[in-house]
């Protein structure tokens, strides 16, 4: 029988906890009757045996059907039944083809056999042999319930325990942005929201002796494979900035769209280092990955007054002291690291010159393509830049609590469809 303190109480892998309820978990042991047993005999058995639900039969040690309690008192308690069938055998009231299963056979299994055999099996029960399909005992949907229930409990925390170490480990690739980005600017705000536990939005910072690089990357997808995408970035991007080229944005966009593409094999047809397929497991899935990340990579010298930005399908906000509108400026359509994107696209350097007082701002799509209010229609750039022009004056933290709030009430009951992250800072 099903031990519940047990189920309560595991707390081992999954493979384990599957191993180990098989169908052998759920046995109980029934009384039994033979075709020789008569009617009159079954119905003195199941009121002896109160709790019985399905009683097997059994012959020469083998199963040859179940006797349904419900069924079998509602078939008796006709008029004349009893006097007609008591004295015969208890086959005559069995159903003949219950499910008989092998007392090793998984949980799974089990369960898309009793989903198939429709619900009188759930009623029923089932019947477990062992070696040689010898009887052994019967199951109950409800144990089987009970333990589905279990085990998919248990998946659904193994999987949370394993997204929030996720989380973490995702937030520590971020720490040193934070504290460069801390160390570079006074008046600014980074906010950062996946829409799950983890995202696909990440953002950096590096901070050298003639300014600071910074970046806001929104890769392909979100939860737990766009946290995948954001590390593989992260591992290009913090070995990518070299002496030569970060006051080139548009250069370490194409030096990144190379790694991402050659590493997850999408450059097509002209991949230059063939694949032997005879050497490795044989490949059943001919379908190419398609991932990247759409981004903006800044260069930016407070000293100069500068700015130098590239950006992949990211635009750029900027609001100059004093001015009546924002300027927005787009950067190229093509993302980094997609099949579509050629492994030797170039992209294209904007200088911005800054001036004391300027406010740039970033910002993936999670906010601009976010649907909501009363039409049902996307937040969009002229909503946002309208913001930015109400607001910009205020303190960079004061703008982030407005902006948010705006996007929430914005959103409304509709459901969140990407990460959010934002990014803001006065020169």
């Known amino acids: ?44 058995l199941l009121t002896e045996h109160p709790e019985v639900i399905g009683l097997p039969v059994v012959e020469n040690g083998k199963p040859i059907g179940l006797i349904n309690r419900n069924i079998f008192m509602d078939g008796l ?8 069938y ?16 092998d007392e090793n056979m998984s949980i799974q299994e089990l369960s898309f056999k009793v989903v198939g055999a429709g619900g009188k099996t759930l009623n029923d029960g089932f019947v477990i042999t062992g070696d040689a399909r010898q009887y ?36 520590s690739f971020l720490r040193a942005s934070r504290e460069d980005m801390a160390a570079s600017l006074s008046d600014y705000f980074m906010h950062w929201e996946p829409r799950d536990k983890v995202g696909g939005d990440y953002y950096f910072c590096k901070k050298f002796d003639d300014g600071f690089f910074i970046a806001l990357i929104d890769c392909t997808g979100h939860g737990v494979p766009g946290a995948f995408m954001t590390l593989i970035m992260a591992s290009f991007l913090d070995h990518l ?5 970060r006051h080139d944005p548009a250069g370490a966009l194409a030096l990144m769209n190379r790694k991402v593409k050659t590493a997850l094999g999408q450059i097509g047809e002209q991949n230059i280092v063939p ?45 100059q002291p004093g001015a009546t509108e924002v300027t927005l400026i787009d950067g190229d359509k093509k993302g980094v690291g997609y099949v579509e994107t050629p492994m030797d696209y170039v992209w294209t350097n904007r200088e911005v010159a800054l001036s004391k007082g300027t406010r740039v701002y970033l910002t993936t799509d999670g906010i601009i393509d976010q649907i909501g209010g009363p039409k049902d229609i996307a937040f969009g750039k002229r909503r946002f830049s309208a913001l930015l022009l109400e607001h910009g004056a205020k303190p960079m933290e004061e703008q982030e609590a407005i902006i948010m709030r705006a996007f929430y009430e914005y959103q ?16």
């Open 77 to 84: 308690a006709k008029p004349f039944r009893r006097e007609l």
């Open 241 to 245: 900035l070299l002496e030569d080229n």
């Open 136 to 171: 052994l005992g019967v199951g109950t949907g409800e144990d089987l319930v009970r333990v589905v229930t279990h085990l998919q409990a248990e998946k659904n925390r193994l999987v949370m325990e394993s997204i929030n170490y996720a989380s973490v480990i995702q937030k």
């Open 275 to 319: 694949i032997d397929e005879s050497r490795f497991a044989k490949m059943t899935d001919k379908e190419q990955s398609d991932d990247g990340m759409d981004t903006a990579f800044c260069w930016v010298s407070l000293e100069q007054g500068r700015m130098i930005y590239a950006g992949a399908k990211t635009p750029l906000f900027l609001l």
């Open 86 to 101: 008591g004295r015969k055998s208890c086959i005559a009231f069995m159903d003949k083809q219950p499910l008989i299963v």
């Open 1 to 44: 029988m099903l031990n519940a303190s047990a189920i309560a109480e595991s707390r081992a892998g999954l493979a384990e906890i599957e191993s180990e309820y098989i169908a052998r978990s759920l046995l109980r042991a029934a009384p039994i009757v033979t075709p020789q047993q008569t009617n009159d005999e079954v119905l003195q």
């Open 412 to 427: 409304g009951t509709q459901r969140r469809r990407d990460d959010v992250s934002l990014l803001g800072f006065t020169v």
